[in-house]
């Protein structure tokens, strides 16, 4: 069974920086690219970032492009998101969803139950 | 960046009742476009695949239809527990996309 767990979310201010993780198991880590989605109180679903399954292809959202890094460790079975300069629209629950396929193509067929964050002074 | 249009925002629908949800790309992407159903505080669950397979243990009421620039999500005899938020998501450019998505409610 494909479990994804996220955490590291938390309440930040203004201009500071949090780190967030993702958890897989239930399939081959490596194998499979992975993404970042985020979702503000009460909105739509906006994507993020992807990876691809060696980590070798990053692609960012222009909102985020610059302040936030996706890396992967495939020996940890494990995504990261490293967020820098927030800002209080970053605010959001933030979901890691596991890709079809090694390329950063296609879309997620799973998705973790999320971790929020919150921007605020 | 393809914009995604959903219509409509919200639909109140009575059970059994037939529903037709549409997404409109701003440029052609081919089939390359998903559909996700979101229950509250829940996370995303993929419905269907580039435009038109059903994803994995979904109800076969579901189905997807549409290439180009317009995708339809049909929902034939509908459920109580449909009540949910849809959203259309595309895979065809970087940076990817979601519609602004369409919220049913269960009358």
């Known amino acids: 069974e494909v479990q994804l767990l996220e955490s590291g979310g938390g309440l930040v201010q203004p201009g500071g920086s949090l780190r967030l993780s993702c958890a897989a198991s239930g399939f081959t880590f490596s194998s499979y690219a992975m993404s970042w989605v985020r979702q503000a109180p009460g909105k739509g679903l906006e994507w993020v970032s992807v990876i691809s399954g060696s980590g070798g292809s990053t692609y960012y959202a222009d909102s985020v492009k610059g302040r936030f890094t996706i890396s992967r460790d495939n020996s940890k079975n494990t995504l990261y998101l490293q967020m820098n300069s927030l800002r209080a629209e970053d605010t959001a629950v933030y979901y890691c969803?596991?890709?079809?396929?090694?390329?950063?193509?296609?879309?997620?067929?799973?998705w973790g139950q999320g971790t929020l964050v919150t921007v605020s002074s | 960046e393809i914009v995604l249009t959903q219509s409509p925002d919200f639909q109140s629908v009575t059970p059994k009742e037939k529903v037709t949800i549409t997404c409109r790309a701003s440029q052609s992407i081919g089939s390359s476009l998903h559909w996700y159903q979101q229950k509250p505080d829940q996370s995303p669950k993929l419905l269907i695949k580039y435009a038109s397979q059903s994803f994995s243990g979904v109800p076969s009421r579901f189905s997807g239809s549409g290439s180009g620039t317009d995708f339809t999500l049909t929902i034939n005899s509908l459920e109580a527990e449909d009540a949910a938020t849809y959203y259309c998501h595309q895979s065809s450019s970087l940076p990817y996309t979601f519609g602004q998505g369409t919220k049913l409610e269960i009358k």
């Open positions: 969803a596991k890709k079809m396929g090694i390329a950063v193509a296609g879309t997620g067929d799973y």
